[in-house]
């Protein structure tokens, strides 16, 4: 598995938020579900520990629950099944200014 993050994430959240961000956005081009106009991946703690076998599944869960308290993720329970307590993930705008690449279009600031 590559381990690129977000170094904006990462500064402010710590690495393995960053790492969780940049999952759930690259799982959102393959694996989302579209409701409420936003894309939804399904997502936990345990799932990132597989992905990531260096971060334990409380790391991970913790790494989620900072990128919803700080506004970068809101989080839905959209299951089907009663029992399953898994939530779905969604990038705020917010988030999305974060994670998404920045323009290479965009004029360079020069300091004066």
Same mark, same amino acid.
């Given at each position: 598995?590559?381990?690129?993050?977000?170094?904006?994430?990462?500064?402010?959240?710590?690495?393995?938020?960053?790492?969780?961000?940049?999952?759930?956005?690259?799982?959102?081009?393959?694996?989302? *579900?579209?409701?409420?106009?936003?894309?939804?991946?399904?997502?936990?703690?345990?799932?990132?520990?597989?992905?990531?076998?260096?971060?334990?599944?409380?790391?991970?869960?913790?790494?989620?629950?900072?990128?919803?308290?700080?506004?970068?993720? *809101?989080?839905?329970? *959209?299951?089907?099944?009663?029992?399953?307590?898994?939530?779905?993930?969604?990038?705020?705008?917010?988030?999305?200014?974060? *994670?998404?690449?920045?323009?290479?279009?965009?004029?360079?600031?020069?300091?004066?």
């Amino acid at each position: 598995m590559n381990c690129n993050y977000n170094s904006k994430i990462a500064v402010k959240l710590g690495v393995n938020s960053a790492l969780a961000a940049d999952y759930l956005y690259t799982a959102m081009k393959t694996e989302s *579900i579209r409701r409420e106009k936003k894309d939804w991946v399904k997502c936990s703690g345990v799932k990132l520990s597989a992905v990531y076998p260096h971060m334990k599944r409380r790391a991970a869960s913790g790494a989620l629950k900072r990128l919803v308290e700080n506004g970068v993720l *809101i989080r839905q329970a *959209i299951n089907k099944r009663v029992f399953d307590s898994t939530f779905f993930y969604s990038f705020t705008e917010y988030g999305k200014t974060l *994670i998404e690449p920045e323009r290479t279009d965009a004029p360079e600031q020069t300091v004066a």
